[in-house]
């Protein structure tokens, strides 16, 4: 059983940057951040495994940077250069089954609320 809990959402202007924070209970393996804007479908962005081998989508790479802190059972997403094109809600996941990271929302089975995110030009 796993709980996750977003923060570090907010409104900033294009070339900003945020750090968001997932804070979790229970043990986790693979853990990803995905993200769904308004009408859209929900994306993967980022997937971490326990050895912080990671995977991002090709939107997001080399401008965000996930991480994460085992000890204090935290996961971190850095957005730099943000545009208006990553605002969304953010959302934290783990998976109960995958073995290396991945960007299919189908694969997750725990899910935090969300933190909106909302880059203006």
């Known amino acids: 059983q796993v709980q996750l809990v977003e923060s570090g959402g907010g409104s900033v202007q294009a070339g900003g940057s945020l750090r968001l924070s997932c804070a979790a209970s229970?043990?986790?393996?693979?853990m990803a951040w995905f993200r769904q804007g308004l009408g859209k479908q929900r994306e993967g962005v980022a997937s971490?495994?326990?050895?912080?081998?990671?995977l991002y989508a090709d939107s997001v790479k080399g401008r965000f940077t996930i991480s994460r802190d085992n000890a204090k059972k935290t996961l971190y997403l850095q957005m730099n250069s943000l545009k208006p094109e990553d605002t969304a809600v953010y959302y934290c996941?783990?998976?109960?089954?995958?073995?290396?990271?991945?960007?299919?929302?189908?694969?997750?089975?725990?899910w935090g609320q969300g933190t909106q995110v909302t880059i203006s030009s």
């Open positions: 229970g043990d986790t393996n693979i």
């Open positions: 996941a783990a998976s109960r089954f995958l073995a290396v990271p991945g960007l299919v929302p189908n694969y997750y089975h725990y």
């Open positions: 971490i495994g326990r050895d912080d081998r990671a």
